[in-house]
């Protein structure tokens, strides 16, 4: 499939978000200050059997958010929300039970000396969704905490508070941050016509978010690792160099279809893992179009949920006559797990990439979930055109605007830039992309669609993805129909 490089957001977009940055800048410092008196005053247990302090863990957030315990103390842990949640202190070997709906358990912090610590929720994807929080041990029961003040406001305080913390997060969109990854890799040709990809796989930090980084697991020093494209027929060879400090590892090909048995990277099953050092090779000819991804299949709970994967795509999906002007192919890993968390392409709002259109333009996107629960994709207002479900071309095509993506599965889609408009882009699983707080953050991001520049095409408010998506006459027809309500 011919592909264009993708397209930045035009000035005045640019010019709009930083004007809003601005004004957004003004609004929390003049909040700031107004919160910045309050303190927040929490119980605090006392050595030698003293009263445990009470926490409470909910969707997603540790309450209070600071905590002062006396030396020598320790604390109630509550599970007041649905899902199941944890209470640790980072870096120190101190954590409860993974605690059902409704759960309690104690917390000792008496290995602990004076000083401050980080509190998390370990389950995957909790920490990114605001389950965070401060243990001081040795306080005096009060400490200022701004942004717990808003947690305490009601009324109008706590709307202006919410407001401002979602306009702030939204405005900052889209942030630049370190490296980039998912970038598309043809492999270099070699003489006998043999075409090589060469993966690196070693320990990095990667920015998730602007100044978050993460100690994650990488092909190549990106997360996602390279977009792996090649033909059918092609003879390529795989080589991965593991620079694990003390790890072995695979690669399996998931989804690349007919790759012989001695390419399928299950250790001791397929062939022997390759241990720290070494370097596996391993050559063969792709026999169908496929997409796949790649990633390893010994202790994955370590590597692949923390950035040890990428796609892999040979050919192409055939497209529908509807798909009459598509301009780019892009990919998007949806991640929610380990060090990387609620992430598009290994980043998180506001780091996330926007995707940009011209109406009447069309964009193939291969959704891969990488994660470890499914995820929601929805598009608000532009259709998605569902072509093929995990490299199987789809003899119905179906349109959507939200596909539902399990672990494992990739979906392969056709979008259909049909309005000009900044269109909210993300999972709706609404715990992956808001805060308590009401910041945006994880797994979201923003279709920008333009002006066509051809007054007949801008001036058109039918449908470009065609007549019929929903059984009935579209556009200038439509009215003529009692049934003509859109998907």
Same mark, same amino acid.
């Given at each position: 499939m011919?592909?264009?490089?993708t397209?930045t957001?035009s000035?005045?977009?640019?010019? /709009? @978000?930083?004007?809003?940055?601005?004004?957004?800048?003004?609004?929390?410092?003049? %909040?700031?200050?107004a919160?910045a008196?309050g *303190?927040?005053?929490?119980?605090?247990g006392?050595?030698?059997?003293? /009263? &445990?302090v &009470?926490?409470?863990? +909910?969707e997603?957030?540790?309450? &209070?958010?600071t905590?002062?315990?006396?030396?020598?103390?320790s604390?109630?842990? *509550?599970?007041?929300?649905?899902?199941?949640?944890?209470?640790?202190v980072?870096?120190?070997d101190?954590?409860t039970?993974?605690?059902?709906?409704?759960g309690t /358990?104690?917390?000792?912090?008496?290995?602990?000396s004076a000083?401050?610590y980080?509190?998390?929720?370990t389950?995957?994807?909790h920490?990114?969704?605001?389950?965070?929080?401060?243990l001081?041990?040795?306080?005096e029961?009060?400490?200022?905490?701004?942004?717990?003040?808003?947690?305490?406001?009601?009324?109008?305080a706590?709307?202006?508070?919410?407001r401002?913390?979602?306009?702030?997060?939204?405005?900052a969109?889209p942030?630049?941050?370190?490296?980039?990854?998912n970038q598309w890799?043809?492999?270099?040709?070699?003489p006998?016509?043999?075409k090589?990809?060469?993966?690196?796989? $070693?320990?990095?930090?990667?920015?998730v978010?602007?100044?978050q980084?993460v100690?994650a697991?990488?092909?190549?020093g990106?997360?996602?690792?390279?977009?792996?494209?090649?033909?059918?027929g092609?003879t390529?060879?795989?080589?991965?160099h593991?620079?694990?400090? !003390?790890?072995a590892t +695979? %690669?399996h090909?998931?989804?690349?279809?007919m790759?012989?048995f001695e390419?399928?990277?299950?250790?001791y099953?397929?062939?022997?893992?390759?241990?720290?050092?070494?370097v596996?090779?391993v050559?063969f +000819?792709?026999?169908?179009?496929?997409?796949?991804?790649y990633?390893?299949h010994?202790?994955?709970?370590?590597?692949?949920?923390? =950035?040890a994967?990428?796609?892999?795509?040979? =050919?192409?999906m055939?497209?529908?006559p509807?798909?009459?002007?598509?301009? !780019?192919?892009?990919?998007?890993?949806?991640?929610?797990?380990?060090?990387?968390?609620?992430?598009?392409?290994?980043k998180?709002f506001p780091?996330?990439e926007p995707?940009? @259109?011209?109406?009447?333009?069309?964009?193939v996107?291969?959704?891969?979930?990488?994660?470890?629960?499914?995820?929601?994709?929805?598009?608000h207002?532009?259709?998605q @055109? #569902?072509?093929?479900?995990?490299?199987?071309? %789809?003899?119905?095509?179906?349109?959507?605007d939200?596909i539902?993506?399990?672990?494992?599965?990739?979906y392969?889609?056709?979008?259909?830039?049909? #309005?000009?408009?900044?269109?909210?882009?993300?999972?709706h699983? %609404?715990?992956? #992309?808001?805060?308590?707080?009401?910041?945006v953050?994880?797994?979201? *991001?923003?279709?920008?669609?333009?002006?066509?520049?051809d &007054?007949?095409?801008?001036?058109? *408010?039918?449908?470009?993805?065609?007549e019929?998506?929903? =059984? +009935?006459?579209?556009?200038?027809?439509a009215g003529?129909? $009692?049934d003509?309500?859109?998907t």
């Amino acid at each position: 499939m011919e592909t264009t490089p993708t397209r930045t957001p035009s000035l005045a977009v640019g010019v /709009a @978000l930083a004007a809003a940055l601005v004004a957004v800048f003004l609004s929390i410092l003049a %909040l700031g200050r107004a919160l910045a008196s309050g *303190t927040v005053t929490v119980s605090e247990g006392g050595a030698g059997g003293g /009263a &445990p302090v &009470p926490v409470s863990l +909910t969707e997603f957030a540790i309450a &209070p958010s600071t905590i002062s315990v006396a030396e020598g103390g320790s604390l109630s842990v *509550t599970n007041d929300g649905a899902a199941e949640h944890n209470l640790a202190v980072r870096d120190e070997d101190l954590t409860t039970p993974d605690l059902a709906s409704g759960g309690t /358990a104690s917390l000792s912090v008496t290995s602990l000396s004076a000083g401050t610590y980080e509190l998390l929720c370990t389950i995957p994807g909790h920490e990114a969704a605001g389950m965070v929080g401060t243990l001081v041990v040795g306080g005096e029961g009060t400490t200022s905490d701004p942004g717990s003040v808003g947690e305490e406001l009601t009324g109008a305080a706590r709307a202006e508070w919410l407001r401002a913390n979602y306009e702030a997060s939204v405005s900052a969109f889209p942030a630049e941050t370190e490296g980039l990854g998912n970038q598309w890799y043809d492999g270099e040709l070699q003489p006998d016509g043999t075409k090589l990809f060469e993966l690196t796989l $070693d320990e990095i930090d990667w920015e998730v978010a602007p100044g978050q980084f993460v100690h994650a697991v990488g092909y190549n020093g990106q997360v996602p690792g390279p977009a792996l494209r090649m033909d059918v027929g092609d003879t390529v060879t795989i080589r991965i160099h593991n620079e694990l400090d !003390d790890q072995a590892t +695979t %690669l399996h090909p998931h989804g690349v279809f007919m790759h012989p048995f001695e390419v399928d990277g299950v250790g001791y099953v397929s062939h022997d893992p390759t241990l720290p050092g070494e370097v596996y090779e391993v050559t063969f +000819t792709t026999k169908e179009p496929s997409v796949g991804m790649y990633h390893g299949h010994d202790n994955g709970v370590e590597q692949v949920v923390n =950035g040890a994967f990428g796609a892999w795509i040979v =050919g192409s999906m055939p497209l529908p006559p509807e798909a009459d002007n598509v301009v !780019d192919e892009r990919i998007m890993i949806l991640n929610d797990a380990g060090n990387i968390g609620l992430t598009l392409n290994g980043k998180s709002f506001p780091a996330t990439e926007p995707y940009v @259109l011209k109406k009447g333009e069309q964009m193939v996107m291969h959704y891969y979930n990488e994660g470890l629960t499914p995820h929601p994709m929805h598009l608000h207002n532009n259709a998605q @055109l #569902v072509i093929a479900k995990d490299g199987y071309p %789809l003899a119905q095509p179906y349109f959507v605007d939200t596909i539902n993506v399990a672990p494992g599965e990739r979906y392969t889609v056709v979008i259909f830039a049909e #309005v000009p408009g900044v269109w909210v882009y993300h999972c709706h699983i %609404l715990t992956h #992309v808001e805060k308590s707080d009401g910041s945006v953050f994880g797994m979201f *991001t923003a279709l920008i669609v333009e002006d066509s520049g051809d &007054p007949e095409l801008d001036a058109d *408010t039918g449908r470009d993805a065609g007549e019929g998506r929903n =059984g +009935t006459p579209s556009g200038d027809d439509a009215g003529e129909s $009692d049934d003509s309500s859109s998907t």
